[in-house]
C-alpha cells in the first residue's frame, strides 16, 4: 500500500492545463490506458476532455482540481477534480484519474480520500457526490467500497459530450458518500 509520505500534492493552475489533458485522455481511453485495470476504451472512442474543459475547472472559483505528485522524482501521479454546491453542502468529485502504470498499488484510494478531505476541510461540505457509468460495474463496485452508495438517479449519458459512445445504451448513476461524522 502506498504510503501518503512519498507523494506531494496541490491545487492545479493554469500551467498544469496541457499536461494535465494528456494525463487524463490517456488513461481513460487509447494504447496507455490498457496499463491499467479499467479505463473506457469498450465504450467510448475519443478524448474524456479538451483544453477548454479542462481551462473551465482550473479557474472557476467554484472548483479545483488536485495534483498529486511523487515526491522522490515529481512525477505526476494523478488528480482528482472537485466542485463546491454550497447550497447542498455538497462536493461534486469526478476525473478521478491514476496514471495507467502506476494503478493498482492504492494510489486511486488515497487519491479520493485527500479529495473528500479537502473538500471536507475546505468547503465544510456534508456530502460527496460523483456520478460514474452503469455499464463500468467494476468502478461502481469500486466506489461502493469506498462508502458511495447510488440515490437512484440515472440519466442516458450525454452523447459526445465526452467523446464518442460506441452504444446507445450508456447510462450514469449518481452516487453519494455522507461525510457526517
Ligand atoms: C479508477 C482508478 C482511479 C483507480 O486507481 P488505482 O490507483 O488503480 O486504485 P487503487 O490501487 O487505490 O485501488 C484499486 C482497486 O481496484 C480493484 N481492482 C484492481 N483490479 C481490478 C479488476 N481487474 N477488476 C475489478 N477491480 C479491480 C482493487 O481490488 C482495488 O479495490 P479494493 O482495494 O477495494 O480491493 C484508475 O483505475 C484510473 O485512473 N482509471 C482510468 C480513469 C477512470 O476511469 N477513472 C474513474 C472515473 S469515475
Known amino acids: 500500500m502506498v504510503d501518503l509520505n512519498t507523494v506531494t500534492y496541490r491545487v492545479a493552475t493554469p500551467s498544469d492545463c496541457d499536461s494535465l489533458v494528456m494525463f487524463v485522455n490517456n488513461a481513460y481511453g487509447g494504447e496507455i490506458a490498457r496499463q491499467g485495470w479499467t479505463n473506457a476504451n469498450e465504450i467510448i472512442d475519443g ?13 472557476n472559483s467554484d472548483s479545483i482540481i488536485l495534483v498529486v505528485f511523487n515526491k522522490s522524482d515529481n512525477i505526476l501521479i494523478g488528480c482528482v477534480y472537485l466542485q463546491h454546491k454550497s447550497d447542498i453542502k455538497t462536493a461534486y468529485l469526478g476525473m478521478l484519474t491514476v496514471r495507467p502504470d502506476l494503478q493498482r498499488s492504492g494510489y486511486g ?4 480520500s485527500l479529495g473528500e478531505n479537502y473538500a471536507k476541510g475546505q468547503w465544510n461540505v456534508d456530502y460527496i457526490e460523483i456520478t460514474v457509468i452503469v455499464q463500468r460495474t467494476e468502478l461502481v463496485e469500486f466506489y461502493n467500497r469506498r462508502g458511495y452508495i447510488e440515490i437512484g438517479e440515472y ?12 452504444r446507445n445504451d450508456l447510462q450514469i448513476c449518481t452516487m453519494k458518500k455522507s ?3
Do not use: C, H, S, Y
Open 155 to 166: 440519466q442516458p449519458f450525454p452523447p459526445d459530450e465526452f467523446g464518442r459512445l460506441k
Open 109 to 112: 484510494k488515497m487519491i479520493l
Open 47 to 59: 478524448q474524456r476532455t479538451d483544453r477548454n474543459a479542462m481551462d473551465v475547472m482550473i479557474n
Open 179 to 181: 461525510l457526517k461524522t
